[in-house]
């Protein structure tokens, strides 16, 4: 009889523990495995009416930086969206779009309403180069350094704060050093 008493509470008493101990966890903070590694081999082609594609080939040039995973879809895209065109005009950093599982003419139509802070955007359609990356959805934020190499991975919406206190200062240190001592 004890038993039959003792096991469920067990199990209800680990259950609880586990889901005490998640509450410290910052989900926004998933660390990827290319951190420090050179970006995975890729050739995407343009987004519906771009001429410039993006490959790995365009990362590894000896600029720093940054990739930005986005939909037509993504809602969350359309809340960062301005600080890329933005950042964009300042003409600070090259950011690149990595357009993921979209519709070629509906990509094409949210970059001409919302406008195109790319200098190159690739077009994967398909998703398969995004399984390379890690991606687990749209926005997605990568700060990739002159030797392509994934230096940062952001998950979800980047702020102004966000933007101006970490993602710029990391950029700003690769630029001139080539490294950076801040995290992600």
Known sequence: MRLKVF???????????????????????????LIGKPVPSF??????????ALS?????KGEVSIVNVFASWCAPCRIEHPLWVELAKRGEVAIHGFNWKDQPAMAARWLETYGDPY??????????????????????TFIV????????????????????????????DLKRTGKTSREC
């Open 119 to 140: 200098t190159r955007t690739g077009a994967d359609v398909s998703g398969r180069v995004a399984i390379d990356w890690g991606v687990y959805g749209a926005p997605e």
């Open 56 to 60: 790995s080939a365009d990362l590894s």
């Open 7 to 33: 096991v469920p509470a067990a199990i209800f008493a680990t259950i609880a523990v586990a889901l005490y101990a998640g509450l410290s966890l910052r989900p926004r903070e998933i660390p990827s495995a």
């Open 145 to 172: 350094s002159g030797e392509g190499k994934v230096v940062c991975k952001y998950i979800s919406v980047v702020t102004p704060e966000m933007l101006e206190q970490k993602i710029l200062p990391m950029v700003r």
């Open 43 to 52: 050739d995407l082609p343009a987004v519906q009416g771009r001429d410039a």
